[in-house]
């Protein structure tokens, strides 16, 4: 059996608030095994994005372990946390944080340049994956030309530039439009399944949870496996 490519034992994180101490990591225990997309289902303050920080080496103040492609990652320092995330792990958010003075084409060929990847090989990887999104048509367009739903291709292509073992996606079609969610969720799930990526992708929509290969919830600080 393949080992995870992410695993973590005993997450717990905590908040100072007014005085009081806020838990809102009580020990997560959480694996997704490769190729496996995995849905990540709570509301609004369960600690989901707390969640998708502490895997993605974002932040400190974590306990526990936390295992990506079977290296400890939990207690690296800031630099070799830097080529995990480099190296590892891709990331989409609700906003797709383009850059906007670079065209589709350059927002997804930048990530690769920064992992030394000759830039006529990261342009043709970037024009693929634009392609493969539907997007072939708008590869020299700049954020500001394109929909909500175009953008946020262009933030899903970005994340699988450099071929992470695990894409983590926070809300990744909560600023766009049920219609429009619904076909760049699609899009993401085929996408990621033809890399053969991982991902762990948080949502408070059931519906397209549903999607996914399995669903869990973060209840009260905890995982509940619901699928």
């Known amino acids: 059996m393949s080992e995870p490519v992410l695993q973590t034992a005993g997450l717990s994180r905590s908040f100072a608030q007014g005085g009081q101490t ?3 990591l009580r020990g997560v225990d959480l694996q997704v095994a490769p190729g496996e997309i995995v849905a990540l289902l709570g509301p609004s303050g369960s600690g989901k994005s707390t969640l998708l920080q502490a895997v993605g080496l974002l932040e400190g103040g974590f306990e526990g372990s936390i295992r990506i492609a079977g290296q400890e990652a939990a207690k690296l320092d800031a630099a070799a946390r830097t080529l995990v995330r480099r190296d590892r792990l891709g990331f989409v958010y609700q906003f797709h944080h383009l850059l906007p003075d670079f065209d589709a084409t350059e927002n997804v060929v930048l990530p690769q340049l920064v992992r030394e990847i000759p830039r006529a090989d990261a342009r043709a990887r970037a024009a693929t994956l634009l392609t493969a999104l539907g997007l072939g048509h708008r590869l020299t367009h700049r954020p500001s030309q394109l929909s909500g739903g175009e953008q946020q291709r262009v933030a ?6 450099n071929r992470p073992s695990l894409i983590l996606a926070d809300e990744p079609t909560g600023n766009l439009d049920e219609q429009t969610a619904g076909i760049v969720l699609a899009e993401f799930l085929r996408l990621v399944r ?15 949870a549903a999607k ?10 905890r995982i509940e496996e619901l699928s």
């Not at 033809?194 to 397209?208: I, Q, Y």
């Not at 996914?212 to 600080?221: N, P, Q, T």
């Open 22 to 24: 806020i838990a809102v």
């Open 194 to 208: 033809d890399e053969g990526s991982a991902a762990l992708v948080a949502t408070h929509n059931e519906r397209l």
């Open 156 to 161: 899903v292509a970005r994340a699988l530039a």
């Open 212 to 221: 996914m290969d399995r669903v869990v919830r973060l209840h009260e600080g």
